[in-house]
């Protein structure tokens, strides 16, 4: 069975002042620009959840009270849960995920898969051709930032005071996916050049895949692990679904920014560090990494049941006195990822180089 513990953690994720707003209001872009400006002035308060349009909705005081709710809300919140866009997207997800566990490509070739591609047409966008000669029938979402489909109701809508805020939302899954090709699901805004950064490594057999994605993200500063893994079925028609499986990667760091401290979420059976040639490990759970300490290896392990997860692995701890030479330095990253599973082996693992580079605000 599907939790949201572990796709929670994209709820930090937020860049300021790229939703739509609309009011009566003449003067709404100048009142939220002052607001992000007077930081230490702007009272902060926990949202409401208020009936809006027929709906359950929720609605911040102002954009500082938005900021703080998206990171500090907790993981079982209701809203996000039962309420929210993306609550509706995931079940969506798991309809189809039900389906396929239940009827394998029977379900796949009938009239229930086709009639969930339909109604869900608000929320989730469809790969129409086969990639590596089979199809993918997991839909992604619609929302151009995950972490706001956390906060908007079923329609697509919050509220900031006497403002409504609409999601933007994708029109197709080539815009979707973009010029790479990889789908920014634990993104909260991708165009936003500050924001979310991502690195991807592919491993692959002739019938099974796996991924492994390691980003960061603006507001929180934390590393995340993104696994999924997929295996061919059918016979005419081919299929790529989701199974359980073993993850195993191995990130080279050469070069961090600022210190990096290893707090993982629950799920890894191990993030350990290789030593003296790889001769000695050592559990790196709880350990600080500093820019001056050199190249290091850490390898890590998880198991999932869903094919299809997010972790936390670690998080960056700016400096903050004015009189050290990191501080204002961006947390940035830079080496190598190695992913591989226990049905795509090490021999055809993928890997990706690790750059990323976030500004501090």
Request: proline fraction near 4%; charge should be negative.
């Amino acid at each position: 069975m599907r939790i949201y513990h572990s796709v929670f953690a994209l709820l930090c994720m937020v860049v300021p002042f790229l939703f739509s707003c609309s009011s009566d209001a003449p003067d709404l872009e100048l009142q939220l620009k002052q607001e992000s400006i007077n930081e230490g002035e702007s009272h902060v308060s926990a949202p409401q959840m208020v009936e809006f349009e027929g709906e359950q909705t929720l609605k911040f005081k102002n954009v500082m009270s938005l900021q703080h709710y998206l990171q500090h809300v907790p993981e079982t919140d209701n809203f996000v849960q039962k309420h929210s866009f993306f609550s509706a997207y995931r079940a969506v997800d798991r309809s189809i995920s039900d389906g396929i566990m239940r009827d394998s490509v029977l379900f796949l070739g009938g009239d229930d898969f086709q009639t969930i591609k339909i109604k869900s047409q608000l929320y989730a966008l469809y790969r129409v051709s086969t990639v590596d000669g089979a199809y993918d029938p997991y839909p992604i979402c619609r929302a151009r930032s995950l972490s706001e489909s956390m906060i908007a109701n079923k329609s697509g809508h919050y509220l900031i005071g006497d403002s409504i805020c609409t999601l933007g939302l994708y029109d197709n899954y080539d815009e979707a996916i973009g010029a790479s090709g990889t789908y920014n699901e634990v993104s909260s805004h991708s165009i936003y050049s500050h924001g979310f950064r991502a690195n991807n490594a592919f491993g692959k057999t002739s019938n099974r895949k796996c991924r492994g994605v390691i980003g960061m993200d603006a507001n929180s500063k934390r590393l995340y692990i993104k696994v999924t893994a997929q295996k061919q079925v059918g016979f005419i028609v081919r299929w790529w679904i989701r199974y359980a499986t073993t993850y195993m990667g191995r990130l080279i760091i050469s070069q961090i920014g600022q210190p990096i401290v290893i707090e993982p979420s629950g799920g890894f059976e191990y993030i350990r560090q290789l030593l003296r040639g790889g001769t000695v490990t050592e559990n790196c759970v709880g350990k600080k990494f500093l820019p001056s300490s050199g190249r290091r290896i850490i390898e890590f392990a998880i198991e999932r049941e869903t094919g299809d997860d997010t972790f936390t692995l670690g998080k960056f701890m700016p400096v903050d006195d004015p009189m050290d030479p990191l501080y204002g330095q961006p947390c940035s990253i830079k080496g190598q990822i190695e992913f591989w599973s226990r049905g795509v082996p090490y021999g055809d693992r993928g890997s990706d180089e690790i750059d990323l580079n976030l500004a501090i605000s």
